[in-house]
């Protein structure tokens, strides 16, 4: 995907999490977010776009030295939903005014406006899910949307460290875990090295990977952010177990 489109992708994942929650039940538990109500879930998605939204308004060049912001919540959870609309619309009128090659800070690789706002995309489209399948229904996520998803995430995660701390436990003598659609283009290749992770510049290099996880784009998205477990029957798994056990274990976001 391209960045200018990544911001009519946050409106329109938005506004499936509002039709998601509107009618539903706010104390309904979370499962893939433990000790989260869908009411939890969608104060935390509606003040995650109204920060975000700050941070591009301001044009922030130095890491925030505070996370204050008017988020004018609503009195009621019934509330909520409207106040989730109106932080997303808030949003997408900070996009259309903002160049999003300008240079900006931001915590991962891409610093320039356009990081925060594809943040926002999947931040809020894990989210939705998380609601759906709190509520019993399947997430149907787009495959493009997917696979810009893994590698959003994928490139990000070595710079988490901050507020993922285990991250920084991803080591190892030089090994590699392969991430591979199984329902078109996109694959990704991890290098675990002494010192750190990082993704390799060009995943086709001609030695197999220490392990390889093989599922759909959707699947796969869902499994790196801790939403699916990936001995279920959506994914192949090749080569070290071990490996890919110390992956899952410290790659929580």
């Known amino acids: 995907m391209k960045p200018a489109q990544h911001g009519a992708a946050v409106a329109a994942e938005a506004a499936a999490l509002f039709a998601t929650v509107t009618a539903a039940d706010f104390s309904t538990p979370v499962p893939t977010c433990p000790g989260w109500t869908l009411g939890d879930l969608t104060r935390h998605v509606g003040s995650v776009h ?61 610093q320039h406006a356009r990081f925060w706002v594809r943040r926002m995309l999947f931040e809020t489209l894990v989210h939705r899910a998380d609601a759906q399948l709190a509520l019993g229904l399947p997430p149907r996520i787009d495959r493009v949307l997917a696979v810009d998803g893994i590698d959003e995430f994928l490139t990000n995660l070595p710079f988490a460290s901050s507020f993922a701390p285990l991250t920084a436990q991803l080591r190892a003598p030089d090994r590699t875990i392969r991430f591979s659609c199984t329902d078109g283009d996109g694959d990704w290749l991890v290098g675990l090295r002494p ?46 177990p071990d490996l890919l056990a110390h992956w899952f274990t410290h790659s929580a976001f």
Request: aromatic share 8%; net charge negative; hydrophobic share 45%.
């Open 50 to 110: 109204r920060w975000f939204t700050e941070l591009l308004r301001r044009r922030i060049q130095q890491p925030p030295t505070s996370r204050e912001v008017d988020l004018r919540l609503p009195e009621h959870p019934e509330g909520l939903p409207d106040w989730l609309a109106a932080s997303a619309a808030e949003a997408a009128e900070v996009f259309a005014a903002t160049d999003l090659d300008a240079p900006m800070w931001a915590w991962g690789a891409d």
């Open 195 to 240: 010192d750190g992770f990082a993704l390799v510049a060009d995943p086709t290099e001609p030695h197999a990977a220490d392990a390889t996880v093989r599922g759909s784009a959707a699947d796969l998205l869902l499994l790196l952010y801790g939403r699916l477990d990936r001995r279920s029957d959506a994914f192949h798994l090749l080569g070290d």
